[in-house]
């Protein structure tokens, strides 16, 4: 028995040790100055009050903190921003401090050379320029309007042909609008498609995939929330990301070497972006090459797709916003009509109904997290360096202090306001704000508006008949982006 005992006292000091480093942990957070936040708890922080759904859960804690919060996840402190007041002071006014991101351990090699997530400065600003001055900026667009014209027909084709079938064949919106938005990128990036409309097992799959991605992304990862067991890549994630990013990586090869042959061969150029990137001489390797053409093909089609599906959701949810937007459209394009992008300055309500979609459901429910690069002072609080930043834009745009009844669907509060979504109005930042804007969002703008204008003003479109009985599933897939968990099928009748 005398033998045992130094054993059993083992438990009972590991467990008094534990309590001491927990309570003296809780003095050092009170003591730091952080923002408030929810007590956390030993080791695990406050990971159990996150959830599945981790852009409501942070909402709902921000409505007892405040909205500029503080909570510990694991071992890693986090910031959550909730408000337009508190994102201004982080990515305006502090936005130098918080140009980094806070990486996933996901992500694994492909952070090393991605845009999005390398720091501010070079190779970064060699990319940003390149997108910048290549493909995003205004003149370029223009110039590629004939494309996206021509790949919004091709859409418009394939929804007549499924609704001259017998009693008309649901369309997937999302599928379709995916599809359209994946083969303009490869028309303007490659010069040729990479899916089919007609293909739909082979678009679906694709899109399935890009899903996968942002999902598996943007998902809790305790990698993430524990760095000392990162090397174990506990719940697989890394694993799984590598593999579907070696499926695209596979891709975009085929792409390259079949331009790098040509040339070889000596045919005429192309003068697409492709072109523009082997030209470029700033010394971009393969890798780079490849995670530049992931971010672009990922991001572009993905966040697209999913804003016209949600803004069509809305509008069949809807009837009377349904109505004003295809009256609109009649009454200044004419009925039938190809729309062109230049005609959607003369659309109000068409705009509004994009803006409040991005309200209601924002492209990214939480901005891709920033990293604090030093110890600041904020509003009266102390932000440590190495602090991970969320900025939860949907609580935004749930704030009933900002939005007379934000759960409702009211493209109307936008008519008489100058709010817009380009960055300038902490009120509505779906694509960020800041140094590390979404630089595709002119690109997104103009195809999410050509898209859902195109599909409104050439059919009529209702609810299979048990959906229209059962009401539509608005439950969501939390990733990098905000996705319907089950897809929109609607059926058009041409007008």
Not at 32 to 57: M, N, T, V
Request: hydrophobic share 45%; glycine share 6%; charged share 20%.
């Amino acid at each position: 028995m005398a033998v045992l005992l130094p054993w059993l006292a083992w438990p009972a000091w590991l467990l008094v040790s534990l309590l001491a480093v927990y309570l003296l942990d809780l003095y050092a957070h009170t003591r730091r100055g952080l923002p408030p936040g929810p007590r956390p708890l030993p080791f695990i922080g406050s990971l159990h009050l996150l959830g599945d759904q981790p852009h409501r859960s942070l909402a709902r804690l921000a409505k007892i903190h405040g909205p500029l919060m503080s909570l510990r996840l694991g071992s890693v402190t986090n910031v959550v921003i909730s408000s337009p007041e508190v994102a201004y002071e982080f990515l305006q006014k502090h936005d130098v401090v918080f140009a980094h991101r806070s990486v996933a351990h996901a992500l694994g090699d492909h952070a090393k050379t991605s845009v999005a997530w390398l720091p501010p400065y070079t190779p970064w600003r060699t990319l940003r320029k390149i997108m910048a001055t290549e493909l995003f900026a205004s003149h370029r667009l223009d110039a590629l309007q004939h494309l996206r014209r021509q790949k919004v027909e091709e859409l418009v084709g394939h929804v007549r042909r499924m609704a001259a079938l017998q009693q008309g064949t649901p369309v997937d919106v999302g599928r379709v609008a995916f599809t359209t938005s994946l083969n303009l990128l490869s028309r303007t990036i490659f010069s040729c498609d990479l899916t089919n409309l007609d293909d739909h097992a082979g678009s679906k799959e694709f899109q399935e995939l890009v899903a996968a991605v942002m999902e598996a992304a943007g998902s809790p990862n305790l990698s993430d929330v524990f760095p000392a067991l990162a090397w174990a890549d506990l719940q697989g994630m890394r694993r799984r990301l590598a593999q579907m990013f070696a499926r695209l990586h596979q891709l975009f090869d085929l792409q390259v070497d079949r331009r790098l042959r040509e040339r070889d061969a000596g045919e005429p150029r192309k003068n697409d972006f492709l072109d523009v990137l082997l030209d470029a001489d700033v010394g971009l390797d393969r890798d780079t090459l490849r995670t530049f053409f992931t971010d672009l093909f990922v991001a572009g089609s993905d966040t697209t797709s999913n804003t016209v599906e949600w803004a069509m959701t809305e509008l069949l949810r809807n009837p009377v916003s349904m109505a004003k937007t295809c009256n609109e459209l009649v009454r200044v394009i004419g009925l039938r009509r190809n729309i062109e992008e230049s005609d959607i300055h003369q659309l109000p309500y068409l705009r509004a109904v994009i803006k409040e979609t991005f309200r209601l459901h924002p492209t990214v429910p939480l901005l891709l997290p920033r990293q604090a690069e030093a110890t600041i002072q904020i509003m009266g609080h102390i932000i440590p360096k190495g602090a991970r930043v969320l900025v939860n834009v949907w609580a935004m745009g749930q704030d009933k202090q900002i939005w007379t009844e934000p759960e409702m669907f009211m493209p109307e509060r936008f008519l008489e306001t100058p709010i817009d979504f380009k960055g300038g109005d902490f009120k509505l930042i779906p694509f960020g704000a800041g140094r590390r804007i979404c630089p595709g969002m002119p690109l997104a703008s103009r195809m999410v508006h050509l898209v859902l204008a195109s599909l409104l003003n050439q059919f009529k479109w209702r609810l299979p008949t048990e959906v229209e009985r059962n009401g539509i599933d608005m439950a969501e897939n939390f990733g990098v982006s905000l996705s319907k968990a089950t897809p929109l099928c609607a059926i058009a009748t041409p007008i």
